[in-house]
Each structure stands twice: as C-alpha cells, then as structure tokens.
C-alpha cells in the first residue's frame, strides 16, 4: 500500500511484524511504525490467536460462516478466471493470463515459480506454501533469473520457474545466466513473457503522465524493445533447450515439452513466448 495515496486514519496505532520489521538493509522506508515485533508469520498467527482468545470468547460459528463465505468468494474468482482464460485459448494473440493458466497447469503444484512482473496468480493458483516467490520492493529489475537459479541451488530435487517479462529477462545478463545454469548443473525453466516493452517504464509513464503527450502513444516511448532477439537460441546456446511460441493452442504442448526436459534430461529450457498486453 502507498501511504500516499490510501492509509489508515491518523490516530491509528501502526504494528510492523516481519522477519526484519525494521527493514535495516532498505536505504530508505517512509512507512509509519508505533511498534516493531521482530517474529516469523508462523509465530505472529499463532501468538495472535493466543492473545485474542484470552480477550475474547470466539465464536465458532462466525468463524466457520466467514471461512465458508472467503471460500466461496474464492471458488468464484477461480472460476471466472477459468472462463476468461478458456476464451484467451482460441484468441488471435497470447494473453498473459493463458500463459500464466499454462504455466500453471503445466508445471504443478510443487514446482517453485519465482516471477518478475508479468505472471497472473488469479490464473496460476499455488497452494503450497514456498512454491512461489515475487519480486521484494527491494530487488531491481532483472532479480527474478538469478533468484531462480539460487532457488534451483538450495533446492536440486524441485522444478524450478523463472517467470519473466522480456525486459526483466534482458536486465538480468541472460548469457551468463545461461552459462551458470550450465556450468553448475541448475536446470530451470525460464518462461519469457515477450511483449517487446519494459513494461514498468510504461506503467511508470502513464501513471505519471497518464493525460500528456507520453500518454498518446500508450506509453511506449522508451519503453519499446522491438525488433526482439531470438531469446529460445540463448538457451540453446547453453546447451538448453528453446522455443519461440506465438499461436495460444502451441503453448501447452511447448510447456509439456520444456518441463520434460528439465525434469528427465536435466537440460536448462527456455519458452519465449509472443504475447500483447
């Protein structure tokens, strides 16, 4: 939440509970804090639950009414995601949610997806609690590849999924980070979100400017990363394996593909897929 845009009321009392609620390795944090608690989420829920058990009687039944409903609210946010997304798989261009859709379906439950930007979590639901990891406030663009092979590092037995936008992609040195997949044995699976833009430098611009002149041309001056290289053969040249997608019905069966060579020929593989958004 910006703080300067939406906020709590001036008196509130503001509680920080993290791992770090200080946030010592930030150069600089503006949000308001009365009370820091150094504590694991684990332990915060927990000792929450104590404490308010202590104050007030719980009542099971509202309880179980407000699971019921979240639930339920849930159920229905999938399902309509589902019914978008089985459109976007006859559509004339790739969408990122029948990517994020394929990727999921494609890769499982217990596969580890780490994404920079463009991955749709309405449409890739992980339930299992460290299988995904988004970009911190604190990282630049270009963490998500080095992050992923780090992931790969500490865990060799999970399918890990690099999830990234092309610009993210660009930033993070891609042939080196080929040439460390290969030459430490980390075969991850990069998806490639190709929609030829630096798509934060065109969100940046138009929530800035979103009326002016910038505004006019969707926001891509200086955002534009056409004509875009051929991303599939950086992996190739690494001893990968790649594949440039463009059509949503290839999508699933390149995925398939990709993951079986990760999984059983323990080969890096990267889908540079084409998409509009």
């Known amino acids: 939440m910006d703080p300067s845009l939406e906020g ?29 608690i150094a504590a694991s989420t684990p332990a915060t829920l927990a000792a929450l639950e104590k404490a308010l058990a202590a104050r007030i009687a719980p009542d099971d039944g509202a309880i179980a009414r407000r699971r019921d409903e979240l639930a339920e609210r849930a159920r229905a946010r999938r399902a309509k995601a589902i019914a978008q997304t089985d459109k976007d798989a006859t559509a004339e261009h790739i969408t990122p949610e029948w990517i ?57 037995d999970k399918l890990v999924v690099a999830t990234l ?43 800035m400017y979103g009326q002016g002149a910038a505004a006019k041309g969707k926001g891509e001056l200086l955002a534009d990363l056409s004509p875009s290289p051929a991303f599939e053969m950086l992996a190739e040249a690494s001893g990968g394996y790649g594949a440039r997608i463009d059509k949503p019905a290839d999508l699933p069966q390149a995925l398939k ?12 593989a990267l889908i540079n897929v084409v998409c509009r958004y």
């Not at 993290?18 to 150069?27: H, L, M, Q, V």
């Not at 080196?176 to 934060?200: E, I, K, M, Q």
């Open 8 to 36: 709590p009321r001036s008196e509130c009392r503001v509680a920080h509970i993290g791992e770090d609620p200080a946030f010592s390795r930030y150069p600089i944090r503006s949000f308001p804090v009365d009370l820091s």
């Open 100 to 156: 994020s859709r394929c990727v999921g379906e494609a890769v499982g439950s217990e596969a580890i997806i780490v994404n920079e930007y463009p991955l749709r979590l309405d449409h890739c639901a992980r339930p299992l609690p460290g299988s995904y990891f988004g970009s911190s406030p604190a990282g630049g663009l270009g963490w998500g590849f080095g992050a992923a092979l780090g992931a790969k590092l500490a865990m060799r």
């Open 165 to 207: 936008g092309d610009g993210s992609y660009v930033f993070a040195n891609p042939t080196a980070c080929h040439w460390v997949a290969r030459a430490h044995d980390l075969p991850v699976l990069t998806v490639v979100f190709n929609n030829s833009l630096y798509g934060a430098v065109r969100s940046s611009t138009l929530a």
């Open 257 to 268: 593909r990709a993951v079986e060579v990760v999984t059983r020929e323990k080969r890096q």
